[in-house]
């Protein structure tokens, strides 16, 4: 049996995000999925270590680097668009599960039940650091983008920020406090 599922993989390196905005920096699905692996690997550390959480870091950083891998089959969808309509917001999560679910059947029957917890069957508490993470990384975009002085990111640095504060997660908190400040700087201040 051959497989798809690499090859797929690798062209989320061709999913442009961002797409309804003007961007100092492109961004695509690929580089984004990583910097959300690394967040979403810091925020089960920080959990952790400084709260006492019982999370898998390796787990979580696994399902962030496939949390928008269904982008591939579906395309990125801005998300003014995803989310202004209930009706439009579940009609997408269906399609993304189907997306998830044929690129999962593209593994060999062997792998499927490898690959199932971070493509398709992601537990909760992973899940919402993942989605921590993803805004996260959203917010930060945001920040670098009006650091370099785009201001059509503005609106979406308050939303994005607003959206960091409503998860009430404390290892968010203690990342937005410890390190967050840090993105607003220049290379030569980051001393």
Known sequence: MNSHFFAYISRMRFIQRWALMRNTAPENVQEHSHQVAVLAHALALIRNEKFGGQVDPGLVAAAALYHDASEILTGDMPTPIKYDN??????????????????????????????????????????????????????????????????????????????????????????????????SLTLDELK
Not at 122 to 134: C, G, H, Q, S
Not at 157 to 168: G, I, P, S, V
């Open 86 to 183: 209930p009706a439009i917001r579940t009609a997408y999560k269906d399609v993304e599960a189907v997306a998830e679910g044929k690129l999962l059947r593209m593994l060999p029957p062997e792998l499927q039940d490898a690959y199932a917890p971070v493509l398709t069957e992601v537990d909760p508490e992973v899940e919402r650091l993942v989605k921590a993470a993803d805004k996260l990384s959203a917010h930060i975009k945001c920040l670098e983008e009006l650091k370099a002085g785009n201001a059509e990111f503005r609106e979406a640095a308050a939303q994005t920020r607003k959206a960091l504060d409503a998860f009430d997660l404390p290892e968010v908190r203690y990342f937005m406090d410890t390190f967050l400040p840090s993105f």
